[in-house]
């Protein structure tokens, strides 16, 4: 069985401040990661993904996420935040195979960016 | 038009009524999801279909049941609605595996509330 943990439910941050998005994982097998996006009310919508290869992955607005298998964490950063970046953030892990694109989420960090 | 639309995109029902949304999607998917989200507890998995004669329960199936009409079409139903199942419900779609691995593409959410 699998299992995501996002250690922070919510962060408030400044515009233009960086910000850290908290997320470890369980497995015991090797694993695909994910981070999703829900902006108010819409649906989430994928911002990166690790799969293999390079263990740094970035979005193409500024995110990015590193893999670290040794302790198990998918952080998510970005170096400074906008307004517009003010949403849900969702974690999630797969390991692929039979499972297919079956995902299990963490709880989520809701971010609120404040002027 | 959205690729993965969602009726109702609100919905108040009392306890014991028969409930049901409906999926449909233009992405030509042959995976499609139902999940619930519950503030804090981030996103678990109802059902899934990964083609049109294959349903499976994920980890929370108990009270719903689905078809998959068509692959184009797959509903959720709550037979006999209890409060608890106050949830906003996300239906869910990807295709095979490989580089679009672990990518769900999320309709805009059905808020469901059980008086």
């Known amino acids: 069985a699998q299992s995501v943990t996002q250690l922070d439910s919510q962060v408030p941050v400044f515009e233009e401040a960086p910000v850290e998005l908290r997320c470890n994982y369980s497995?015991?097998?090797?694993?695909?990661l994910f981070w999703y996006v829900q902006y108010p009310n819409q649906g989430l919508q994928l911002l990166l993904k690790?799969?293999?290869?390079?263990?740094l992955v970035e979005s193409i607005n500024g995110f990015e996420a590193e893999f670290n298998k040794s302790q198990t964490s998918f952080h998510l950063r970005k170096p400074s935040v906008h307004i517009s970046d003010t949403a849900e953030y969702f974690c999630?892990?797969?390991?692929?195979?039979?499972?297919?694109?079956?995902?299990?989420f963490g709880g989520g960090t809701r971010v609120l960016v404040k002027p | 038009d959205a690729d993965v639309t969602q009726t109702p995109r609100n919905r108040i029902t009392k306890t014991g009524k028969r409930i049901m949304l409906e999926c449909s999607q233009t992405?030509?998917?042959?995976?499609m999801y139902w999940y619930r989200q519950d503030p804090g507890l981030g996103l678990r998995l109802i059902y899934y279909?990964?083609?049109?004669?294959?349903?499976n329960k994920g980890e929370i199936s108990d009270g719903y049941s689905v078809s998959r009409q068509a692959q184009a079409k797959f509903s959720l139903s709550l037979e006999s609605a209890i409060p608890n199942q106050t949830a906003l419900y996300f239906c869910?779609?990807?295709?095979?595996?490989?580089?679009?691995?672990?990518?769900?593409?999320f309709g805009e959410g059905s808020r469901l509330t059980v008086l």
């Open positions: 497995s015991s097998v090797s694993v695909y």
């Open positions: 690790y799969l293999s290869g390079s263990t």
């Open positions: 869910a779609t990807s295709d095979r595996q490989g580089k679009l691995a672990g990518e769900l593409f």
């Open positions: 999630a892990v797969t390991h692929g195979g039979a499972a297919g694109n079956k995902l299990t």
């Open positions: 279909s990964f083609d049109v004669k294959d349903i």
């Open positions: 992405k030509g998917h042959d995976r």
